[in-house]
Every structure is written in C-alpha cells, then in structure tokens.
C-alpha cells in the first residue's frame, strides 16, 4: 500500500498523534517513516516571548534582544532535534526503517518539497482546527499540504479551539 510515508511534526499534542497514526500505518504496511520538523521565524514559541515584553523599541538594548532572539532560535532548533530524535528511536524499538530531518522555512512548502525529492507516497500530518477568518490569517499548512503535494495526505485532527464554531448558526423562528 504505501511504502515511504512522511510525518510532519511539531513538538506538541497533536505532533504526538501524528506519529501515532503513523506509527501504525507504518506497522501495518511496513512502510519507511521520514520523520519531519520545520522549523519558522513565525513559530510561536519564537515570537510569543515574554521575556522581550519588557523592551521597548526604543531602548539601548538592541544587542541584548539580537542575543536573546538567537538564543531563543537556538533552543528551537535543539528541542525539534530532540523530540525527533525521540519518536524516531521509538519507531526504530518497533521494528520500522525511520529516519529524521529539520529543515527551516515555510512550513507547508517544505513539507510539499521534502515529499517530493523523497518520493514519499503518504503524507501524514496534523491540522489544529482553524476555519473562517482565522485560517485565512493564520494560514494552513495542511490546506495547502492537500492542495499542493505529490501524494496522497492523512490529515490528523487536533483539539478544536473551544471558541471556533462547530457549525453554522440558523436563525430561530419565533
């Protein structure tokens, strides 16, 4: 069925399972596992710091921010590593050919170039439930994943935010 599937991950729940389904699929049809983090300038943890909150942009302390940003980049880089280092020890413990690559960019792009200069059959990632003008802002890289890759794509659904609509709202008639 399928012989070279990757996973695209991120370090979180939903990366979790992810690799699960994948995991299994790979068990299943003793299928190859490439196991994927892509890592982004626009990553949350990157720009979501509070500890650069307290800086201005008008304050003396442009090195220390440079320092702080790439430290911070550091760290990045170091937990993807680790947390695929991680899951591919455990595919290799199950018996599954896996191996891994972090790549910097553009999430939905690199995952679409890697399936293609790997020639992977199966995509397998995870979608966070965005819909509406969130997604449109926000962007989706397992909507542009389906649209755009070589093969076919397993989504994996992750919690929906409690404040995102689980369906349309009909007017009531009185």
């Known amino acids: 069925m399928f012989n070279r599937i990757l996973v695209a991950?991120?370090?979180?729940?939903v990366g979790q399972q992810?690799?699960?389904?994948?995991l299994t699929l790979a068990t299943a049809t003793h299928a190859e596992l490439l196991l994927l983090h892509v890592i982004s300038p626009f990553e949350e943890d990157y720009l979501n710091s509070s500890a650069m909150?307290?800086?201005?942009?008008y304050d003396d302390?442009?090195?220390?921010?440079?320092?702080?940003?790439?430290n911070q980049w550091e760290t990045l880089k170091l937990?993807?590593?680790e947390f695929l280092t991680l899951l591919n020890n455990q595919a290799i413990a199950k018996g599954i050919t896996s191996d891994f690559t972090q790549?910097?960019?553009?999430?939905?792009?690199?995952?679409?170039?890697?399936?293609?200069s790997w020639n992977a059959e199966l995509i397998v990632l995870g979608r966070r439930g965005l819909s509406?003008?969130?997604?449109?802002f926000l962007g989706s890289v397992?909507?542009?994943?389906?649209?755009h890759a070589p093969c076919s794509v397993l989504t994996v659904q992750g919690k929906i935010p409690e404040n995102t609509p689980t369906s349309v709202d009909t007017p009531t008639v009185n």
Request: with cysteine; glycine share 6%.
């Open 9 to 13: 991950l991120n370090n979180n729940e």
């Open 18 to 22: 992810v690799f699960d389904h994948a």
């Open 53 to 57: 909150e307290t800086y201005s942009v």
């Open 61 to 70: 302390y442009q090195a220390d921010k440079v320092e702080y940003y790439v």
């Open 79 to 81: 937990a993807g590593i």
């Open 103 to 116: 790549e910097l960019g553009e999430p939905s792009r690199i995952i679409c170039q890697i399936a293609r």
């Open 132 to 136: 509406g003008l969130s997604e449109f």
């Open 142 to 147: 397992s909507n542009y994943v389906l649209h």
